[in-house]
């Protein structure tokens, strides 16, 4: 379950495991690379995490819950539904501006699941669409939270077109930088919402 409770040792080996990742590449980060990172014996790591896989997308899970949290929190500060759904629809556009490097992981691991044989190939894949399940999820209860589909949009398709456009502005602020304003662009997507 992606926002099960995690004791600090694992949310230490987690953190080690993002930063290893964030300062290489997805593979960088492995049992054994994380318990010299973390100064914990290795068999210690495996008692949470059995592969290398389970270990990054672990860690991928957790760097999703942390988002999530903070997008929580800055649509809770708005005063008006318009504004809530502004921040939110925001934060889905604008999510490469902050968390630039994630970007990179997520890549790495499509990258990976390309290469790998069928049987591996569906877990990693199964475990890379929990956490888009888990965005998804997210963005559909805050909306049905914000105005109750009073529009009558099928929320969970829009939730999942949010997800989709949300990594291709990653690769688009990749490609070109200086061509995205996340502002405008938010508020085209609030106009196509009639927000």
Known sequence: MITEKISIKKRLILEATLKVMFEGFYEDANINSISRYVKLDAEKIKQYYDTDDKLRMSAMKYAAVLWVEQIKADVEKQKTEKDRIYVLIKHYIS???????????????????????????????????????????????????????????DIEQLAWIMVVVSDGFHIQSLIQPEKLDFDRLTHVFCKMLQI
């Not at 999510?95 to 992981?105: A, F, K, T, V």
């Not at 691991?109 to 591996?120: G, H, I, P, Q, S």
């Not at 805050?142 to 009558?152: A, F, M, R, S, V």
């Open 95 to 153: 999510g490469s501006e902050s968390h630039s490097q994630s970007l990179s992981l997520y890549i790495d691991a499509w990258k990976k699941l390309r290469d790998l044989k069928t049987e591996n190939r569906q877990l990693l894949s199964n475990e890379l669409l929990s956490v888009y399940r888990y965005y998804v999820n997210f963005f559909q209860e805050t909306i049905k939270n914000i105005y109750e589909n009073k529009y009558g949009y």
